[in-house]
C-alpha cells in the first residue's frame, strides 16, 4: 500500500472504455486514484483547480480534441499526456507526440488492462524528463550566471571551441577587436585564413594551461593571456582564454629598467670619480710622509760615500738611514691601517688622505694566554688601538662606549654563546665587521657564526702575522664594500622618489 495515491484523469467518453481501464486500475495495487470525464469541457474544468500525476485522453472527443489538453508553443509543461485512439494509426501517434503527448496507445482489451502499467511507464519517463528539465535549467542559470560575470569584467574573456569557431566574447573583447560575426579566432584575432603555426589551442585541448604575454598586431597593446581548458556543455573541451592589458604596467617596468641602468651608470661614475680623488689624495699622503725620511737617508747614503775613511762620521750617517728607515716602515703600517676616507688639510687649500687612523679594535676573548698571542701579532705590524672584554656582557658594555672598527670574537666563550652577541648586534643596529676565533676543526661553529652576520673567521692555530694582516684588511674591505652598496641604494631611492 501507499501512502499517497496519484491522481489520474482519465477522459473518455465510452463508458465500456473507461469501466474496463477503472478495473485494472482498482486490481492493481491500490497506488492510483482514477478520477474519469467524458468531455474535454470537463477535463478543462478539473485542470483548473488540480493537477494531476497523469492525464489519460481520448484523441477524440465529443466536444473536441484531446490535443487541446496538451500545453501551447513556449508553454510550461504541467502534467503528463498519455493519448488513446481507438482508429489511430502511426501518423497520428507521431504527431500527438510532437505536439507534446508523453505517449500514444491504440485502444484494444489488452492495452486496456494494461493501463496501469503504461501509467507507471508513462510516470518514469516523465519523472526523468522533469529531473534533465531541472538539470537543464540549473545549467542554463549556472550558464548565465557565469556569462553575467564575464560581461561585467574589465579583462577581456572569449571562448574557441575545439574547431577554432569563436564561441563567446564578453564586452571587453568586442570593444578592443569588434563583434564576431562567424569567424574563426585566427581570422578574428589575425585576420588569416589558416590557423596560426604558434597556435597554442591544441595543448589547451589536451587539457593544459598556458600563460603568455601576448603582442596584439590589431591594437599593439601588451596582454598578460591565460588559456585554459573549458569543458563544453556536451563534455568536450573548449579554450577559455583572459586577456589583461598590461601595456601600461611593461612601459613603466621598461622605464625603470632605463632609469636604473642609468642611475647605475651615473653612480658609477661618481665612484670612480671617488676613487681617482683618494688615489690623488692617498699619493699626495704617501709623498708628504715618505719625503723627509727619503731626503733623510738619501743624504745620509751621499754623506757615507764622501767620508768612507771616517769611521765615526759612518756610523753617525748608518745611525741616521736606520731611523729614516723606521721612519718608512712606520709611513707603510699607517697606510696598511686606512680603513675609510679622511682628509686633512695640506698646502694652502688642497687636502691629502689622513694616514694617521690607527685601528680600533676589540678582542672579545676569557682566555689570557689567546688574547696576548693576538695582542702581539697584531700591535707588532699594525698601528692599532686595542681593547679587551672578557664576557659577553663586558663586550656589550664596550660597544655602547666606543666605536671600533673590528671586533675578535672568540667563537668558543666559557661565560656566554658568541652567537647569541651576533645577534644581539644585529638586532640593536651594530655593524663593526666581527672575525670569529674558533679552535681548529670547529668549521661547524664558524659556518653558524657566519649565519649569525659574522663576516669572517680564523683558526686560532692559525694565528700569524700573514694571516691576520689579511684577515683585517679583508675584512675592512668588505665592511667597506658593504657601505658603497647601501649608499648606493640609498641614492638609487632617492632618485627613484624625485622621479
Not at 493537477?51 to 480534441?65: F, H, M, R, W
Not at 529531473?131 to 560575470?149: G, K, S, V
Not at 696598511?336 to 685601528?359: R, V, W
Not at 666563550?413 to 655593524?431: A, C, I, K, T, Y
Request: charged fraction near 30%; glycine fraction near 6%.
Amino acid at each position: 500500500m501507499y501512502d499517497q495515491k496519484l491522481n489520474i484523469l482519465l477522459v473518455d467518453a465510452v463508458e465500456r472504455h473507461t469501466q474496463s481501464m477503472r478495473r485494472a486500475f482498482e486490481s492493481h495495487n491500490g497506488r492510483f486514484d482514477l478520477k474519469v470525464v467524458e468531455s474535454l469541457q470537463e477535463a478543462k474544468a478539473f485542470l483548473a483547480h488540480t493537477i494531476p500525476a497523469l492525464v489519460i485522453t481520448d484523441l477524440q472527443l465529443p466536444d473536441g480534441s484531446g490535443t487541446e489538453l496538451l500545453p501551447l508553443e513556449n508553454e510550461p509543461t504541467r502534467f503528463p499526456v498519455v493519448m488513446i485512439s481507438g482508429q489511430g494509426g502511426e501518423r497520428e501517434g507521431v504527431a500527438t507526440i510532437k505536439q507534446g503527448a508523453l505517449d500514444y496507445i491504440v485502444k484494444s482489451k489488452e492495452t486496456f488492462e494494461g493501463m496501469p502499467y503504461v501509467a507507471e511507464r508513462a510516470l518514469r519517463e516523465w519523472q526523468h524528463l522533469m529531473e534533465r528539465r531541472r538539470a537543464e535549467e540549473a545549467l542554463r542559470l549556472e550558464r548565465d550566471n557565469l556569462t553575467n560575470i564575464l560581461d561585467a569584467m574589465e579583462d577581456g574573456v572569449y571562448v574557441v571551441d575545439d574547431k577554432n569557431e569563436m564561441r563567446y566574447i564578453n564586452p571587453a573583447i568586442k570593444k578592443e577587436f569588434g563583434p564576431i560575426r562567424g569567424r574563426k579566432c585566427y581570422d578574428y584575432f589575425y585576420d588569416r585564413e589558416d590557423p596560426c603555426r604558434w597556435c597554442k589551442n591544441e595543448a589547451v585541448f589536451a587539457g593544459k594551461t598556458i600563460r603568455l604575454d601576448w603582442i596584439s598586431e590589431k591594437n599593439r597593446k601588451i596582454y598578460d593571456l591565460i588559456n585554459t581548458p573549458l569543458i563544453n556543455p556536451e563534455g568536450g573541451i573548449w579554450k577559455l582564454a583572459i586577456l589583461r592589458d598590461i601595456t601600461e604596467q611593461k612601459h613603466t617596468v621598461e622605464e625603470l629598467k632605463r632609469a636604473n641602468q642609468e642611475i647605475l651608470r651615473q653612480q658609477k661614475t661618481v665612484i670612480e670619480e671617488e676613487r681617482l680623488k683618494v688615489l690623488h689624495q692617498m699619493a699626495g699622503s704617501t709623498a708628504h710622509e715618505l719625503n723627509q725620511p727619503l731626503m733623510v737617508l738619501l743624504g745620509n747614503i751621499e754623506l757615507m760615500t764622501m767620508n768612507k775613511e771616517n769611521p765615526d762620521k759612518l756610523m753617525q750617517y748608518a745611525t741616521k738611514i736606520e731611523e729614516a728607515g723606521q721612519r718608512i716602515s712606520q709611513v707603510v703600517k699607517k697606510i696598511q691601517t686606512i680603513h675609510h676616507f679622511e682628509t686633512k688639510p695640506y698646502d694652502n687649500n688642497n687636502a691629502i688622505m689622513n694616514i694617521d687612523q690607527g685601528l680600533k679594535i676589540l678582542s672579545v676573548e676569557d682566555s689570557d694566554e689567546d688574547y696576548a698571542t693576538l695582542y702581539d701579532t697584531v700591535k707588532e705590524n699594525l698601528q692599532v688601538e686595542f681593547f679587551r672584554a672578557r664576557s659577553i656582557d663586558e663586550a656589550t658594555e664596550s660597544l655602547e662606549k666606543n666605536r671600533f672598527d673590528l671586533i675578535f670574537l672568540n667563537g668558543q666563550l666559557s661565560n656566554g654563546d658568541s652567537l647569541d652577541f651576533l645577534l644581539g648586534m644585529e638586532r640593536e643596529g651594530l655593524r663593526p665587521p666581527v672575525v670569529v676565533l674558533i679552535s681548529q676543526g670547529d668549521e661547524m661553529r664558524a659556518a653558524h657564526a657566519i649565519r649569525a652576520g659574522a663576516s669572517e673567521y680564523l683558526s686560532k692555530d692559525k694565528v700569524n702575522d700573514q694571516s691576520v694582516a689579511r684577515i683585517i684588511g679583508n675584512t675592512l674591505e668588505k665592511a667597506r664594500l658593504k657601505r658603497e652598496i647601501e649608499e648606493v641604494r640609498r641614492e638609487m631611492a632617492r632618485l627613484l622618489r624625485e622621479k
